[in-house]
């Protein structure tokens, strides 16, 4: 599948490499010899982010043009000649193969099913690799621009958090630029403000848990309801069946109190209540 890309601002983003540096030595120590990067555009974070481990970089673009581009640079090397270029996306990559990192920088937020494309792209991880995704902040910060550019959406640490695929473990997840952040805060009033500012005052009411089924059963799917001693207590944000495990897993949201380990749930599915239990996250770990 192809696409072109509506957005005119890569050649200036291209240009800020006082921030592709700064970012890039953040995100060192996530590469890994065999990197996959998603919505390469004209693939002005290749110089910065092809450190000394990588062996191979597979720049996957939906655009042809832009695709293109990445080519001729690499022909006339100005571009490592370990990088290829392979036009279309997640999709497009051949099953079997298996990747130490996989980039999503500045690209989730045009996807519109982003935990499905999460999601396949942790099915590409090899044993041990990173996902790592790096996306524009806050949804009240929404504007113009970003609509322009073929936004779906911002993101903040929870709703990011939120979409962390069920067969991997969050490792970290942070503000890179907090300081544009608080600059943004400098106002008088913005939607959300009120709930981040009570979830400062009170603490937070519900936590992120990881969950397997312990019966068989259809595997869950985001916004199934989550059930607890008979009463509905929260909501599936991601789940698949593990082809590991041979069960369905998954994560949602859940009041403090049932959020430990070992703790009965059950998850409503096509109507019927099947039994799980939270568990500790990475829900499925490789024997030493």
Avoid at 135 to 161: C, K, M, W
Avoid at 243 to 253: A, H
């Amino acid at each position: 599948m192809t696409h072109s890309y509506i957005g005119s601002e890569l050649e200036l983003f291209a240009a800020a490499t006082n921030w592709k540096a700064y970012f890039s030595n953040v995100l060192a120590p996530f590469i890994g010899a065999r990197v996959l990067e998603i919505g390469a555009g004209i693939g002005s974070n290749i110089p910065f982010l092809h450190t000394p481990t990588v062996r191979q970089w597979t720049s996957v673009e939906p655009d042809p043009d832009l695709a293109r581009r990445i080519t001729e640079r690499i022909t006339l090397g100005e571009l490592p000649q370990t990088c290829r270029v392979l036009v279309g996306t997640i999709e497009s990559i051949e099953e079997t193969l298996r990747f130490n990192t996989v980039f999503y920088i500045d690209v989730l937020e045009h996807i519109a099913d982003d935990a499905a494309e999460l999601n396949c792209a942790a099915g590409h991880l090899a044993p041990d690799g990173n996902l790592v995704v790096l996306a524009p902040a806050h949804q009240f910060l929404f504007s113009e621009f970003d609509a322009a550019i073929g936004h779906h959406r911002r993101y903040n640490a929870v709703s990011l958090t939120a979409f962390t695929p069920p067969s991997c473990r969050l490792r970290t997840c942070f503000m890179l630029d907090s300081v544009g952040f608080f600059v943004s805060l400098d106002k008088d009033e913005f939607n959300g403000r009120s709930v981040l500012a009570d979830q400062k005052a009170n603490g937070v009411k519900k936590k992120l848990v990881a969950f397997k089924m312990t019966d068989k059963s259809a595997p869950p799917r985001p916004h199934y309801p989550i059930y607890a001693n008979g009463a509905k207590v929260g909501e599936v944000t991601s789940g698949t069946q593990s082809p590991s495990l041979g069960i369905g897993i998954g994560m949602g949201y859940v009041p403090l109190e049932f959020a430990k380990p070992d703790t009965k749930i059950e998850i409503e599915i096509r109507g019927k209540h099947a039994p799980a239990v939270v568990v500790q996250k990475p829900i499925y770990q490789k024997n030493p």
